[in-house]
């Protein structure tokens, strides 16, 4: 085979690390991970959070590894021959879900590009008024449209060059210096006048929370969401990777990568607030708020307030373009995937993808709302995704795959545990969770749950998921008919 003709892959396993962590590590671990802590008990809630990565997380990504290094096919393809062509549909939604939620996360992409631009330009004075800066830009169109665009550009200028000359070349850079920008902000949080009240609640227990089942759903939901665990990506970059690359061990470092950034993250952020807002009730209160709301107002309101600030505001929202660029990347890159699978070469792949990411993701750059509804109907969409997999597991047996994928090139062996955990725990972990986000979304409106067109009741989330369901369902044959390997990755 020609070197034209050969499967671009990732040159080495940091490389592919680095891809993957930054899949990961997105703006979640920046703006939700550190309010979380906060609210629900530090070192109780990390515990937790950690035992997750186990039960749902690190088996997950494993499931997913295991299937794209496999078929060397997107999701779609990969469910066509894990699960059976009649459930190619089940891979289908994997890359909808996917999609649906690349649409608005490169207008929050833009949202952080912006909020960079600011920070440069000092715009973080003492007395500015950060509530009226944030609602200025949000209601601006253009502004928004500019940035989104700019974030996906960005990202289709890397996937255009591959795998190896585009992806494994800038996360290479990125991630390392997303780390350092984090390592920074944490440095410069826990040494402030105060910060030690913040460091409490990052790391001292609140054992009592452990009796509250809020705790428990909250750190289960944000290890789902934040590792990338049924997104379809781990799946997708496996596709790129040696077809002897260690699958447990991959997954782990991925895994704790993944933690170890929310932890500074954690730790540039709560010290912050508790030291620079006048009371520790003050500073609850900007917890208990939303993830934009502690960013883009109330942190950008605190730089100038601290010895540095000025420095290290521009620091802080790197780190977040960085975490958002990353994450986008691997995203889109499910995309372009896909459209590879049916036969088109990168290039074309890339231009469409891009070109529909922008298109589609217009609504939610102009209508806030919009954005919000999207956020809630798919951010939910990705626990069925994840249980997909565990049905593929559970269809080609996982004692078969932890015995013929991924111990025989594994440093780390999986034992019985992770079959157990595939076939019984990580079910049952999904059935909670899904059961509590509905009951939750009917509580909270018992009158007007069912409305399929509010932004944030269970009835619009059932009525999306319903037309995408049967659309996928109705398209299964010719999904499964369409996809083959691409024609300079079949090997003569």
């Not at 891809?19 to 802590?37: D, E, K, L, S």
């Not at 997913?64 to 999701?75: N, V």
Request: with cysteine; hydrophobic share 55%.
């Amino acid at each position: 085979m020609s070197q034209n003709n050969r499967q671009d892959e990732f040159a080495s396993r940091w490389g592919f690390l680095a891809a993957a962590i930054g899949m990961a590590v997105g703006t979640g671990n920046i703006w939700r991970f550190p309010r979380m802590v906060a609210l629900y008990g530090g070192g109780a809630y990390i515990l937790i959070y950690t035992l997750a990565l186990f039960l749902w997380s690190a088996p997950l990504l494993m499931s997913e590894m295991a299937m794209g290094r496999s078929a060397r096919l997107g999701p779609i393809g990969s469910f066509r021959d894990f699960v059976g062509r009649r459930s190619t549909w089940m891979g289908a939604w994997m890359v909808a879900v996917c999609m649906l939620i690349t649409f608005y996360y490169a207008v929050v992409t833009g949202w952080c590009m912006k909020y960079t631009v600011f920070a440069f330009q000092g715009a973080f004075k003492p007395g500015v008024d950060t509530q009226a800066l944030w609602d200025k830009f949000l209601h601006s169109p253009w502004q928004n449209l500019f940035y989104q665009f700019l974030a996906i550009f960005l990202t289709g200028v890397i996937l255009y060059k591959g795998i190896k000359g585009g992806v494994e070349k800038v996360t290479k850079i990125m991630v390392p210096a997303l780390f350092l920008f984090l390592i920074v902000a944490a440095l410069r949080g826990v040494t402030l006048h105060g910060a030690n009240l913040g460091l409490e609640y990052i790391f001292v227990p609140d054992w009592s929370k452990l009796k509250d089942p809020a705790t428990w759903l909250q750190a289960l939901t944000q290890s789902a969401w934040s590792t990338g665990a049924g997104w379809g990506l781990m799946l997708t970059y496996s596709v790129y990777v040696k077809k002897k690359e260690d699958i447990a061990q991959n997954c782990f470092v991925v895994g704790f990568g993944d933690q170890t950034a929310a932890l500074l993250a954690a730790m540039a952020v709560i010290p912050t607030i508790f030291a620079l807002l006048p009371s520790p009730e003050a500073a609850k209160g900007v917890m208990a708020g939303s993830n934009t709301g502690l960013t883009f107002i109330s942190l950008a309101g605190l730089f100038p307030r601290m010895p540095g600030g000025l420095v290290i505001a521009p620091i802080f929202f790197l780190a977040m373009v960085f975490a958002a660029l990353t994450s986008l990347i691997a995203q889109v890159e499910v995309g372009i995937r896909t459209l590879m699978d049916f036969g088109l070469n990168r290039q074309k792949s890339t231009l469409l993808t891009t070109g529909a990411c922008f298109l589609f993701g217009v609504p939610s750059a102009i209508v806030p709302g919009f954005l919000n509804n999207q956020d809630w109907v798919w951010g939910v969409a990705l626990l069925i995704s994840g249980f997909f997999v565990l049905l593929a597991m559970r269809k080609y047996g996982p004692e078969r795959v932890r015995q013929e994928i991924i111990n025989p090139s594994a440093d780390i062996k999986m034992r019985r545990w992770w079959s157990l955990v595939i076939s019984y725990v990580a079910p049952l972990i999904f059935i909670i969770l899904t059961s509590w986000w509905f009951y939750v979304a009917i509580a909270s409106h018992p009158k007007t749950w069912w409305k399929p067109f509010s932004i944030e009741t269970a009835g619009t989330i059932i009525f999306q998921w319903i037309i995408v369901l049967v659309v996928l369902i109705i398209a299964n044959n010719f999904l499964a008919k369409k996809t083959v390997r691409p024609p300079e990755e079949v090997e003569s």
